[in-house]
């Protein structure tokens, strides 16, 4: 049987070869039953979701902390031997070293990609400056490296959804510093028309690029595929799928004592055969 490190080190390397040409969906399960799901369904990579792991602990999102997280994040990538990208929010630390060390605990969870995002989480200065963000990610990128294990780092820069004035031109200066600062791939979470993701691949190209269709826009795969994009994410609206349909039924019990959100669903019998071998 093969070890977890020679496992984790061949899903690694299918996780570079996605990231190598072509147009992949990474979609985002928030435990081990939607990332089992999710594999059947064919997809050849998966995503941790801050917003899924946070909510299934009854948390807002970036409410879950560390220990909650790294959990979380085991459990997905023990579900399948798919390679797993893990939602690491801003490294749970505000200095380099603190994202250096809980960026090691994130890699020896087996993830073969995690992302370092530069939001602080303070309403009165919601990005790190750039230098700031920079030498974390400069940490988290010599945190991979001493690991030896080929993780990606994926840099976040957060302007759309901090309101910054001029996200796209804000998110190209940040981008094109952190892919500097050693990131494998960029990522500008809510940058949803054509227009201002085709000027992002262009401006950190040759390095890929993470798009995420957190809701609908109109935009197909084939579209972001055609503008550039490596890979498509959904952050947590699969969750939100989820929860949507679970709190409309709970209400229609609690406030109607009805039923009729309970017409249609799958049976306990289909759920059991999506998950036996």
């Known amino acids: 049987m093969a070890s977890d490190a020679s496992r984790y080190t061949e899903r ?8 190598e040409s072509g147009c992949f969906v990474i979609p985002n ?5 939607s990332a089992r799901y999710l594999h059947r369904l064919g997809f050849k990579a998966l995503a941790t979701t801050s ?8 948390a807002p999102d970036n409410g879950a902390g560390l220990q909650a997280t790294l959990a979380n ?21 505000s200095t380099p070293e603190g994202v250096a060390a809980n960026v090691t605990a994130c890699v020896a969870a087996g993830v073969a990609g995690l992302s370092i995002e530069d939001s602080t989480g303070r309403p009165d200065q919601p990005l790190y400056d ?5 030498e974390r990610l ?7 490296d001493a690991s030896q294990t080929g993780t990606l780092l994926v840099g976040r820069a957060e302007c759309y959804l901090t309101g910054h004035p001029d996200p796209l031109g804000e998110s190209i200066r940040r981008l094109t510093a952190y892919a500097d600062a050693g990131a494998d791939v960029l ?11 085709a000027a992002i691949v262009s401006a950190v190209a040759p390095r890929p690029v993470n ?3 957190s809701r609908y826009t109109g935009l197909t795969v084939a579209d972001l595929a055609g503008v550039g994009v490596r890979r498509i994410s959904v952050g947590g609206a699969l969750a939100r799928v989820a929860w949507t349909a679970f709190t409309q039924a709970a209400q229609a019990i609690a406030n109607e004592g009805a039923f009729t959100a309970l017409e249609g669903t799958l049976s306990g019998a289909e759920i059991n055969g999506l998950f036996k071998q």
């Open 12 to 19: 690694r390397r299918a996780f570079r070869q996605l990231h």
């Open 29 to 33: 399960p928030w435990d081990a039953g």
């Open 51 to 58: 917003a899924g792991c946070a909510w299934s602990n009854g």
């Open 73 to 93: 994040i085991r459990a997905i990538v023990a579900a399948t031997n798919l390679p797993v990208n893990a939602d690491f929010e801003s490294g749970f630390a």
């Open 130 to 134: 750039v230098a700031a963000a920079v």
């Open 138 to 144: 400069k940490a988290a990128r010599a945190a991979i």
């Open 187 to 197: 990522f500008a979470p809510g940058a949803v028309t054509r227009s201002d993701i």
């Open 211 to 213: 798009v995420v269709m």
